[in-house]
């Protein structure tokens, strides 16, 4: 996925900055998809950056929380990774208890 973020970002900032368009570029598949829940079948959730984008704590788009990417990654470390995690009743719970006494970033 990283490779064709930069190769869209590369063929996206070649030319000159006054001609380029709006481009939405896609950063990662949803967490359903990264669990491998979506196995077997294509996934149309994903997670984009438009650009151009002078913000340096982007809005990731198509993430449910309509959140920050900081914020993103700060739930992400919340959940020892596993973001989608909070979705769930059954869940590791001893687990995540241990990383309540992480610091947050």
Known sequence: MLALFEAR???WNQGAKSKRKTVAIEWSIDDRGKAGLRI???????YFVKLPNASADFVLEGERHEETFVEYLRRTFKWGGFPGWERYTLRPEKELEYLKGLAPI
Not at 40 to 46: A, H, K, Y
């Open 40 to 46: 077997g079948r294509e996934t149309d959730r994903t």
């Open 9 to 11: 970002f590369r063929e």
